[in-house]
């Protein structure tokens, strides 16, 4: 429902800048009948209509870029503009591109994820670009003042988060560089050719760079829909030669069309730009369509294969935890309840503490199945809320856990999720098998190296556990098969002055988490 919601304003955007362009070349005939502006502004549509029509896990980061990219679009158009409420416009966007293009780089440099400071960010971003709004209504002055004001004050801020989170920063511009650069390289190319093409033209580049460091990440982006899957509903129709094919055609009938009624490169701009909207309403319709299982097309497609994989994905999850829920969990819980106008205690306390343990050990699969790593929460926070979860899970145990990891560590997935896992798996065998009561859980990132190191007091030697059976003990053997697919290793030892430590050393691989982050 979100997604259609979202694809219904881009939708709207572009048909209303269609509108404007024609009402503009028709009546005004003002600046904005330059080619490169119509050329630059009509690319970002097209690239919204693209980037949006393949966003099929509805990723924030995503539909955030494709809006800053409509925003921007307008902001090019209107910068050419005398009139009263263009320049009231184009003012208001000022803040607010401001605000977005902000909140879009730390969205897109932690991966939609909590991180320290973060509520504390978006309340400034939010409140200054909500405070420059208003000084629009009230003066010029009060307007410089305030943006002024919002200005310094988001990008401090941007730059004080990027600081305290130097090695996140670091890791993604590691992780990035190769697109990052062929952005600005791009950008680059652009930008000197705007500046030639509208060099007569009064302002031209004012507050060029309100949006640059927003469009650095030009093919980041597009590096996460070609890793999602570099597809769109209509290619379940045509595949990508037809589709060059048909635009080809489209665009030299176009020309033609154009030529015969005798109008120029503006009437051939909003042309093509009508192709373009026409051909996002049929990937809207279609993929809807192929959403809710009403398309009678067999052929087969990236898409279509994407979307089959994310509809049964979400299936088995949804049905297996509504299972759990609703038709275990509230049962256990209802008889539970009943057990007070039991006869005899002594079978009471047993069905009590029999419905107890099964509720414990299901929710436990429930975690196993879809672990809950909350967005809104740092990944210190997700793995503290893990830990005492787990102290909880077994009262009878008076283990104290010991856990140690720095607030400003940030895994991305599936590494969050594999480390979840592992501690999980691993802090669970201490409370059940060590004699001991302490434990010490150590999570740490250097270097693009994860270290999860798990240890306790107990009896236990490193020898003892790796004779045992690992066809009946099945945890360290599946650990140890988990990351080792992932490149890692794992070591077992002897703790000081007794117990044992299960040390795991797993290398974090920028260039492929992308992929994960558009789920």
């Not at 607010?96 to 909140?103: F, Q």
């Not at 048909?246 to 009508?274: H, P, Q, R, Y």
Request: glycine fraction near 4%; charged fraction near 15%.
């Amino acid at each position: 429902m979100k997604d259609m919601v979202s694809k219904s304003l881009f939708l709207t955007n572009y048909l209303l800048i269609i509108f404007y362009i024609s009402w503009n070349i028709n009546e005004k005939q003002t600046a904005i009948g330059s080619g490169v502006p119509l050329l630059i502004s009509s690319l970002m549509l097209i690239d919204v209509t693209y980037i949006s029509s393949c966003n099929i896990r509805e990723s924030k980061v995503m539909n955030l870029f494709c809006g800053l990219l409509a925003l921007d679009s307008w902001y090019l158009l209107l910068s050419f503009e005398e009139g009263r409420v263009e320049q009231v416009i184009l003012t208001a966007l000022h803040p607010i591109i401001c605000y977005l293009s902000i909140k879009f780089i730390l969205m897109f440099l932690f991966q939609g994820s909590g991180y320290k400071f973060r509520k504390a960010t978006n309340l400034l971003l939010f409140v200054t670009c909500v405070g420059s709004l208003v000084g629009i209504a009230i003066s010029d002055r009060a307007f410089a003042c305030l943006y002024g004001i919002q200005f310094l004050a988001g990008w401090l801020s941007f730059f004080f988060v990027l600081t305290y989170h130097r090695k996140r920063v670091a890791f993604v511009l590691k992780s990035e560089w190769k697109s990052i650069l062929f952005s600005v390289i791009v950008i680059t190319m652009f930008f000197i050719t705007y500046c030639i093409a509208t060099v007569n033209v009064k302002n031209h580049i004012a507050n060029f760079g309100i949006y640059i460091p927003m469009l650095l990440f030009l093919m980041s982006i597009h590096g996460i829909v070609i890793k999602g899957q570099d597809s769109y509903p209509l290619s379940t129709v045509f595949n990508k030669r037809q589709t060059a094919l048909v635009l080809c055609l489209s665009f030299f009938t176009l020309v033609l069309i154009v030529m015969f009624i005798g109008g120029g490169d503006k009437e051939l701009f909003v042309a093509i730009n009508t192709v373009f909207a026409f051909v996002y309403i049929c990937n809207i319709v279609l993929g809807e369509s192929l959403m809710h299982g009403k398309s009678r097309i067999i052929k087969e497609s990236k898409y279509k294969l994407a979307l089959r994989q994310l509809q049964q994905e979400e299936l088995l999850k949804t049905e297996f935890a509504n299972f759990l829920h609703d038709d275990v969990l509230q049962d256990l819980l209802s008889i539970k309840n009943m057990m007070a106008k039991a006869h005899r205690p002594d079978i009471q306390d047993i069905i009590i503490e029999t419905l107890d343990n099964l509720n414990t050990h299901i929710r436990e699969q429930m975690q196993d199945y879809h672990p809950v790593i909350l967005k809104n929460l740092t990944v210190k926070e997700n793995y503290q809320n893990l830990v005492e979860a787990i102290s909880q899970s077994f009262p009878q145990r008076n283990i104290v856990v010991s856990f140690d990891c720095s607030d400003t560590l940030f895994l991305v997935e599936p590494y969050n999720v594999l480390i979840y896992r592992l501690l999980k798996e691993l802090l669970t065998n201490i409370f059940k098998h060590s004699e001991g009561n302490r434990a010490w859980v150590m999570l740490t990132h250097e270097n693009g190296i994860i270290e999860l190191c798990v240890s306790d007091d107990g009896n236990a030697t490193s020898d003892s556990l790796l004779s045992i059976d690992k066809s009946k003990h099945k945890g360290i053997a599946s650990i140890t098969e988990q990351v080792n697919n992932m490149s890692g290793s794992i070591t077992i030892s002897d703790n000081s002055p007794h117990g044992i430590c299960i040390q795991i050393t797993l290398p974090m691989k920028g260039d492929v988490s992308y992929q994960y982050f558009v789920s």
